[in-house]
């Protein structure tokens, strides 16, 4: 099959599959699901999470056999059979586990294909919300059916970013803050594609954050014309052993240049993205 017919065959799956993994979640949304806590730091996960990881395993697997399988919920850093793949799903089940367990909306299910490291299909979904956001390689990006492009905007002043608060410290930005006016969403996937749709202007993580959070999101707004690259300004990469990127950075060409100027180009030492949380 050739790549371009491979990567939308893999896209509708996504599709298909996000929906089942919506009403999932959706049974246990609001409905006091069981909560445990991790440990080492790594936040909490709920029963929803876990149903919609095994579903999104089942299904996923059984349509796409030869595929690799990196999971937030699958021990991620213990099972390392994935490396050996061409071809490798990644999903979160539920990007903004806390918003989920607080009753908030904004969580979502974030699904992707890499094929050599970058992803080439991928649908952000958030069931309470009824947003689906979807894109392959060359294909475009789209919300609900529709095609979505990122702003253009060109400088700094007035510009929206979304991020956490102490992402805008100025401890982190020896090149100058930018005059941006800051919001944020629970998700780290969505905040990615809300740049993509071209709802905010740009979005920001200092923490390096996993690729089950942000290989699908990327392609989203990357294929929506924004440029997205770690904080440091260098090529995102995924599907390697230690799973994360040094930060995110996603912006409409010139406004990037601005932040990764501002950034310096590197930002030091950060706390890791906690998983799962989106924060």
């Not at 246990?28 to 069981?34: E, K, N, S, V």
């Not at 789209?142 to 510009?159: F, H, K, V, Y």
């Not at 809300?194 to 993580?205: A, I, K, P, W």
Request: proline letters at 6%; a negative charge; glycine letters at 12%.
């Amino acid at each position: 099959m050739p790549a371009r017919d491979a990567d939308l065959a893999d896209l509708a799956l996504l599709g298909e599959v996000a929906l089942e993994a919506g009403e999932i979640a959706t049974r246990y949304f609001r409905a006091d699901p069981r909560v445990w806590d991790k440990g080492d730091g790594q936040g909490p996960v709920t029963e929803a999470d876990l149903a919609v990881n095994t579903h999104l395993h089942d299904r996923l697997r059984t349509a796409r056999p030869d595929y690799g399988w990196l999971s937030e919920e699958s021990d991620p850093r213990g099972d390392l059979s994935r490396l050996e793949q061409e071809t490798t799903f990644v999903v979160d089940p539920i990007d903004g586990t806390r918003a989920f367990i607080d009753g908030q909306p904004g969580f979502a299910h974030a699904l992707a294909v890499l094929r050599a490291g970058q992803p080439v299909a991928a649908v952000v979904h958030l069931p309470a919300l009824s947003l689906t956001y979807a894109a392959a390689r060359g294909a475009g990006a789209t919300l609900n059916g529709d095609a979505i492009a990122a702003t253009t905007r060109a400088e700094a002043e007035g510009a929206t970013i979304l991020c956490a608060r102490p992402a805008l410290d100025p401890v982190h930005w020896p090149g100058g803050l930018p005059p941006v006016k800051r919001q944020f969403r629970p998700s780290l996937a969505w905040r990615l594609a809300l740049v993509g749709e071209g709802r905010f202007d740009s979005m920001l993580t200092i923490r390096d954050a996993w690729d089950w959070d942000i290989a699908g999101a990327a392609l989203i707004a990357t294929e929506a014309g924004a440029t997205v690259t770690d904080r440091h300004g260098r090529a995102l990469s995924f599907n390697r052993a230690d799973a994360r990127n040094a930060g995110v950075v996603a912006a409409g060409p010139a406004l990037h240049g601005i932040l990764i100027a501002g950034l310096g180009g590197a930002v030091g030492q950060h706390r890791q993205e906690g998983q799962g949380n989106g924060a």
